[in-house]
């Protein structure tokens, strides 16, 4: 295959301008770099600029992407190998710390390799992650009692401490808490209520075709009463209806009962993914 080059977009416009279509080949695999880029492209203040977009081409067009925008991951699509050390090197030369890298498995393992043995870097394994995707939700999956709800500015104090036990239970490189109220505030946050909150869900890329579920949560108190995959199901169950295609979420393979979960539900298994944290020392 021809030797890749790195093209480095100036802005979110011309990034998706080129890669669009690329990237829908697979909306569910590349979802979060779609969904970051039109984060960007929408003015999101939470985004650090200048933001890094790059198409890896050779000759024969697009072979992968990769976008990043502090203090989100540094997320990157499926790449030959002969593209990772120049893609890497290319983000080193924007500047600004890459912090986390997130990629389909093998990519990420090569990102990882590359990081420590030619860039003299450390890095540390975060997650592991099953991707799933659904079009169809089991009928008998919203079960548990209760309702779903949006979130509003009443639930403010439950989210914030909802969110602090969820980042000491899943790292992650956003603020937790902040990433909930921001979506409390989109309107892309939701309860499961039954007499009171009892889990929540967010939805991330609500504008695109397949839709992601960002974040579940259920506080240990209210753990084994099927408010999760009610809640869930109900909310993937209303987007369906509303006209999406598809909707996405990922699962930490260290924690099998959460694919069992979801596959109750109606989600299949779709691809895997790895997270990194990166550090030079």
Known sequence: MAKPRIRRHTDARSFLESSLDWLLMDEVANNEIIGLAELLL??????????????????????????????ESFFVSGLPNSAVVPLLQDRIEFGQPVKWATAETKTAAAIADCWSNIFGGVWEEM????????????ADA??????????????SSCIEEWGEIFAVESPSPLDIPEFLLRKMNEGNLYFWD?????SLCAISGNAM??????????????????YARACVATLVSELLSAGHKR????????????????????????????????RRD
């Open 42 to 71: 929408a003015g999101q203040d939470y985004l650090s600029q200048p933001a890094y977009y790059a198409t890896v081409e050779n000759d024969e067009g697009i072979r992968g992407c990769a976008v990043q925008s502090l203090p």
């Open 127 to 138: 997650n592991r992650w099953q991707v799933h995707q659904t079009s169809e939700i089991n």
């Open 142 to 155: 919203q079960c548990a009692t209760g309702l779903l709800r949006c979130a509003t500015a009443n639930d």
């Open 194 to 198: 039954d007499n009171g909150p009892r």
């Open 209 to 226: 075709s397949v839709v992601r579920i960002s974040a579940v949560f259920t506080p240990n108190e209210h753990r084994g009463k099927g």
């Open 247 to 278: 909707c996405m979420l990922l699962t930490d393979l260290a924690k099998p009962n959460l694919t069992k979960l979801y596959a109750s539900i109606g989600f299949m298994p779709h691809s895997q993914r790895m997270s990194v944290k990166l």
